[in-house]
């Protein structure tokens, strides 16, 4: 039973890069396949159940390590609580397209994390 208290675990995470040809052909390499998603803004790849994305320049967010996101299935309940039990939001919620939200927040070491919900 899926609820607003479990997860469906890690199943994207996302890496901010500097060179975003370089960088894609490095990730193709490693995980065997092209690019699913293939812009200039952003590249995406299915792999082993997983999506990798690279993000150029870590994106507007300004990411500057990978960011794991946890897949769930109501993002709003499960950012009210992780910030309830001692987290704090860096980014609300906002929907990318397509029907998915995303959000991030700091675990109280300053760990990034992400939810991510599909509608």
């Known amino acids: 039973m899926t609820d607003s208290s479990t997860t469906q675990g890690i199943k994207t995470v996302l890496h901010p890069v500097s060179d975003l040809a370089t960088a894609k ?21 299915e792999a082993a159940g997983q999506h990798i994305g690279l993000v150029p320049g870590g994106g507007p967010q300004g990411m500057t390590s990978p960011v794991a996101h946890w897949h769930v299935s109501d993002i709003e309940a499960k950012l009210a609580e992780v910030t309830a039990a001692g987290a704090t939001v860096k980014e609300p919620v906002r929907d990318v ?8 927040f ?9 939810l991510l919900q599909d509608r």
């Open 25 to 45: 052909a490095v990730y193709t390499a490693l995980l065997g396949v092209a690019p699913q998603v293939d812009g200039p803004y952003y590249v995406g790849f």
């Open 97 to 104: 397209g397509g029907g998915r939200l995303v959000a991030t």
């Open 106 to 114: 700091t675990d109280p070491d300053g760990n990034v994390l992400g």
